[in-house]
């Protein structure tokens, strides 16, 4: 059994178990950084970039800027069920239940910053969007493609 599953394997247990991925995003476990901006200084209702594409079975270290004067309310809950959720950064304290919170919805204040560590499992497009009623309905969102390529 190579790595990836192994750490798919034990992870899937834990999630049978009712257990949290026993995920470590260490050095033995290489993430990617992404950052993506929330809004604009000028408070235009955008995500940027508006579009990513991420392998499955990598880790990702989504990092959520909100560079504007509004609060944001990040959300990607198809991308969450479809995924593993290793650790969720409101700022610096740890959320509780971060596939939930990402699910529902997690508030992110004027120059405040999130960090969603997380690995896309299953293949597809995904919004990851703001949950505020008038920014959803004003289309702040990205498109998140998952691929599973052979690397
Ligand atoms: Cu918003």
Redesign the pocket.
Known sequence: MNTPSKFLAAAVCGLLLGLPAAAQADDNWPTTDIFIH??TQDNK?TVSPPELTLQAGEIYRIVVINPST????VAAPELAATGLTVDLLKGTPKVDYPTAAISAGISVRPGQMMEWTFMPIQEGRYKLG?N?LF?KVAG?HAMIEVVDEVL
């Open positions: 929330f809004g209702l509004k609060s944001h309310v703001c505020q920014h702040m």
